[in-house]
């Protein structure tokens, strides 16, 4: 999950600070990828609403992008 969607669901950051029990500047100072272990916290709260993702969303990218330059990197062989 985003961080936009969890602000979404709470209403605004001072909300979902207050009900992860954590002070508002911590909840700033997180990414849009929130932090996997927020994530588990905030789909327990909400009973599954929000679900955690398995991996954040710039890993996927990342790994998506090193797939895409391994397949450039190796001719395709093609068959008879």
Do not use: N
């Amino acid at each position: 999950m985003t961080k936009t969607e969890a602000l979404d669901l709470f209403g605004s950051l001072s909300e979902m600070a207050k009900a992860l029990g954590v002070k508002y500047q911590i909840a700033w100072g997180w990414r849009e990828d929130l932090p996997r272990e927020v994530q588990c916290q905030i789909e327990q709260l909400t009973h599954g609403l929000l679900k955690a993702s398995a991996k954040p969303w710039r890993v996927l990218v990342a790994e998506h992008v090193a797939a895409m330059e391994h397949e450039e990197e190796e001719p395709h062989k093609e068959t008879a």
